[in-house]
């Protein structure tokens, strides 16, 4: 069973910084990009970033309001992926999901995880 | 960036209607758009894929459908366990961006 697990988030002051993770189980970690996604309260689905797979050299994409700030890497031997965020801002407070795409058979998100909340705050 | 317009952005609808909502890219992406459900403190659920490829294990009362720039998702008789909001995304241009959602809610 594929499963994707969010851990890390939490309150944190404006300026500061916190580590994500995402623990994935079930499939082949190193076959497939892994996205973060995030969800303000209330508010819809943004993009921050991504991390291609072993295949393309594990390279990273990064949303522009997010890009200098935050830093995506992922250890395979850990099958985990990780969101570092520094200089955060309180409009970063958001649900942060990770997120597998499919791959080219299904080019989208076929599994996210639960979540982590990260709240940006004085 | 390609920007993704969805309408409604809300709708109210009763069990057993047919439903259609749209989204509409800011320029031409091919085939590649994917359809989501969430409901509320869940993460979203993947319902389409390539505009049209049902992903497995959604109700087949779920399709979507292409014309150029502008994607529909149908829902052909809307069940109680229907009542969610609906976003698109556009998974393959840089930055990866969703439509602003289709919140849907019972008549």
């Known amino acids: 069973e594929v499963q994707l697990v969010e851990s890390g988030g939490g309150l944190v002051q404006p300026g500061g910084s916190l580590r994500l993770s995402c623990a994935a189980s079930?499939?082949?970690?190193?076959?497939?990009?892994i996205d973060w996604v995030r969800q303000a309260p209330g508010k819809g689905l943004e993009w921050v970033g991504r991390s291609r797979n072993r295949a393309h050299s594990y390279t990273t994409e990064s949303a522009a309001s997010v890009k200098g700030r935050f830093t995506i890497s992922r250890d395979d031997s850990k099958n985990s992926l990780y969101l570092q965020m520094k200089s955060l801002k309180t409009e970063d407070t958001a649900l942060y999901y990770c997120?597998?795409?499919?791959?080219?058979?299904?080019?989208?998100?076929?599994?996210w995880g639960q979540g982590t909340m990260v709240t940006v705050s004085s | 960036d390609i920007h993704l317009t969805q309408s409604p952005s809300f709708l109210s609808a009763s069990v057993g209607d047919r439903v259609i909502i749209t989204c509409r890219a800011s320029?031409?992406?091919?085939?590649?758009l994917a359809w989501y459900q969430q409901k509320p403190g869940k993460a979203p659920k993947l319902l389409i894929y390539a505009a049209s490829t049902l992903q497995s294990g959604v109700p087949s009362r779920f399709s979507g459908s292409a014309s150029g720039a502008e994607f529909t998702l149908t829902i052909s008789s809307l069940q109680p366990e229907d009542f969610a909001t609906y976003y698109c995304?556009?998974?393959?241009?840089?930055?990866?961006?969703f439509g602003q959602g289709t919140r849907l809610e019972i008549k």
């Open positions: 995304q556009q998974p393959d241009s840089y930055p990866i961006t």
């Open positions: 079930g499939f082949t970690f190193s076959d497939h990009y």
């Open positions: 320029q031409v992406i091919s085939s590649y």
């Open positions: 997120a597998r795409d499919g791959g080219d058979d299904v080019d989208a998100y076929d599994f």
